[in-house]
């Protein structure tokens, strides 16, 4: 199963949005609605802040959100803040009992 | 509240194995996969397997396949996952994490596993 494609960087000033993709395929992405996207601080422990595509854990602000068409998921940060820097990671459901992760995006707060 | 509390540091030779715990408190630890993920320096996470804590039943990941096993104690509540053959592109942070909803709900603290002579 190969890794998820996710751009290596991504920016925004504060307050702006910001979004960015994951590409999969047929068998993960496309396939099941399964997406779940992860943020990790340097140091850290990622957490969860989307899953089933588009579904919020609680205490997660809604700033986050989450979206998919056909094989390509997106995250999106609005009203970016300070603390949103990060690197964030997309994972899906790959079918046959695997799953798989995406290769990483960092964020920058300008 | 949920926690999952991971063993710590190792340092292993080239050819040795590791095996590294998960203890998990504030649900029924029967009810949820325990999957590992690890994390090589510097770069992106990679699922390594699960385990259905109430039945044992594994899934691996084919590259871990043969070298890779992931058991459980009911009793204390705690997963283990242990990798053998290690070799230095093996040096790691290796996660455990709770499976929901085909999401990785909470996370251990990391277990850093260094190989080297």
């Known amino acids: 199963q190969s890794a998820l494609t996710q751009p290596p960087s991504a920016s925004g000033s504060p307050g702006q949005s910001v979004t960015f993709s994951c590409t999969g395929t047929s068998s993960d992405i496309g396939g099941y609605n399964y997406v779940s996207w992860y943020q990790q601080h340097p140091g850290k422990a990622p957490k969860l802040m989307i899953y089933?595509?588009?579904k919020r854990p609680s205490g997660v602000p809604d700033r986050f959100s989450g979206s998919k068409s056909g094989s390509t998921a997106s995250l999106t940060v609005s009203g970016l803040q300070a603390e949103d820097e990060a690197d964030y990671y997309c994972?899906?459901?790959?079918?046959?009992?695997?799953?798989?992760f995406g290769t990483g995006t960092k964020v920058t707060v300008l | 509240q949920v926690q999952l509390v991971q063993s710590g540091a190792e340092v292993r030779e080239p050819g040795a194995s590791m095996k590294v715990s998960c203890k998990a408190s504030g649900y029924t630890f029967t009810d949820y996969y325990i999957h590992w993920v690890r994390q090589a320096p510097g770069q992106g996470l990679e699922w390594m397997g699960r385990i259905y804590p109430n039945t044992a039943g594994t899934d691996y990941a084919q590259k871990f396949q043969g070298r890779v096993t992931v058991t459980r104690d009911t009793s204390i509540s705690t997963a283990y996952m242990e990798l053998n053959n290690l070799r230095p592109d093996d040096t790691a942070v290796y996660y455990c994490?709770?499976?929901?909803?085909?999401?990785?709900?909470?996370w251990g603290q990391g277990t850093l596993v260094t190989v080297s002579s």
């Open positions: 089933g595509v588009n």
């Open positions: 994972a899906s459901y790959g079918g046959n009992n695997n799953y798989v």
């Open positions: 994490a709770r499976g929901h909803n085909y999401a990785y709900d909470y």
